[in-house]
């Protein structure tokens, strides 16, 4: 079989392509990224407080605010964003408070999940669901 060089050059193109784009199977799960975090372990309701605004007029920046008494690590994932991880906090032995405030991008209407370890090795989970209105006009 005899091929043009068009006909080479699209079939190293295409196979270009298939190989640089992000496939679905690389991507995780919010899941599988608790999973990760948590090695599997039982995550208790108590424990951790997540502070976010029901309406977030402006999805670029929506304020968030996470503590847990006694944590050594925070994770604050968007589950509807295209990659949820949104920011890791991580507490040394001398930090004075398990606290944290920053400003995090959603992509529309999600919920934003926040995961404790604790000092005893146990999780603990707290989540809020953030609607993001368009243009700010509460649609």
């Not at 997540?50 to 994932?77: D, F, R």
């Amino acid at each position: 079989m005899d091929f043009t060089r068009r006909e080479t050059l699209a079939a190293g193109g295409a196979a270009a392509l298939v190989f640089a784009l992000p496939g679905g199977a690389l991507a995780a799960t919010t899941d599988e990224l608790i999973a990760e975090f948590t090695g599997g372990a039982e995550i208790a309701d108590t424990g951790i407080t997540l502070t976010a605004p029901e309406i977030a007029e402006n999805g670029n920046t929506v304020p968030i605010e996470v503590s847990a008494e006694g944590a050594s690590a925070i994770l604050v994932l968007a589950t509807g964003n295209p990659t949820p991880p949104v920011a890791t906090f991580t507490f040394g032995p001398l930090a004075a408070s398990q606290y944290a405030s920053t400003r995090i991008r959603l992509a529309g209407t999600q919920e934003v999940v926040a995961l404790a370890k604790l000092a005893d090795g146990s999780f603990a989970r707290a989540s809020k669901t953030v609607k993001v209105t368009i243009g700010g006009c509460g649609g």
